[in-house]
Antibody, heavy 119, light 113 residues
Framework: EVQLVESGGGLVQPGGSLRLSCAASGFTFSSYSMNWVRQAPGKGLEWLSYIKSSGTIIYYADSVRGRFTISRDNAKNSLYLQMSSLRAEDTAVYYC????????????WGQGTLVTVSS | DIVMTQSPDSLAVSLGERATINCKSSQSVLYSSNNKNYLAWYQQKPGQPPKLLIYWASTRESGVPDRFSGSGSGTDFTLTISSLQAEDVAVYYCQQYYTTLYTFGQGTKLEIK
């Protein structure tokens, strides 16, 4: 069974940093591209970042480019999101999501981790 | 960026009736070389992560009931629930994966009338 478990969320002050992790199991992690998607309280889904299976291709949404860094460790079956210069508007549940077998749709999602940016 | 616009924002349908949600993209998500529409639909119930329902605009994900169907091509797409069940109450999102900025629609909240 495919499992994605996010961790690392919490309360952080504006301007601060946080590192999210996503532990993957139940599939060959190194064969799949991964994404981070977030959802602000009561709002819709916002795609944030993509990393190719090999880690060699990375994309970011304009809203986080230059502040967030996606990475992965295929040996540890783990995906990461390093977040810096955090703002109140970054408050959200952050999900990691795996691409599908035949395309870049998100076929599996974690339960999410809540990041709250507040003083 | 491709902007995805869903309509309506909310919808109330009686049990057993048909529910239809529309999604329009600001540019075509049909890739001519393989004739595939890079469009997915997700269902999100309260307190849960999204769940993939449909990909390639009309391919149902394994395990998704056949009352869910997707149609459309180019810039206009539709998610149809043929006979609404109580467990279908949720917010539904479309998403394009044609470009590397994988934008979502704003969501459509589906309720029971």
């Amino acid at each position: 069974e495919v499992q994605l478990v996010e961790s690392g969320g919490g309360l952080v002050q504006p301007g601060g940093s946080l590192r999210l992790s996503c532990a993957a199991s139940g599939f060959t992690f190194s064969s799949y591209s991964m994404n981070w998607v977030r959802q602000a309280p009561g709002k819709g889904l916002e795609w944030l970042s993509y990393i190719k299976s090999s880690g060699t291709i990375i994309y970011y949404a304009d809203s986080v480019r230059g502040r967030f860094t996606i990475s992965r460790d295929n040996a540890k079956n783990s995906l990461y999101l390093q977040m810096s210069s955090l703002r109140a508007e970054d408050t959200a549940v952050y999900y990691c999501a795996r691409e599908g077998d035949s395309g870049s749709y998100a076929s599996a999602w974690g339960q999410g981790t809540l990041v709250t940016v507040s003083s | 960026d491709i902007v995805m616009t869903q309509s309506p924002d909310s919808l109330a349908v009686s049990l057993g009736e048909r529910a239809t949600i529309n999604c329009k993209s600001s540019q075509s998500v049909l890739y001519s070389s393989n004739n595939k529409n890079y469009l997915a639909w997700y269902q999100q119930k309260p307190g849960q992560p999204p769940k993939l329902l449909i990909y390639w605009a009309s391919t149902r994900e394994s395990g998704v009931p056949d009352r869910f169907s997707g149609s459309g091509s180019g810039t206009d797409f539709t998610l149809t629930i043929s006979s609404l069940q109580a467990e279908d109450v949720a917010v539904y999102y479309c998403q394009q994966y044609y470009t590397t900025l994988y934008t979502f629609g704003q969501g459509t909240k589906l309720e029971i009338k």
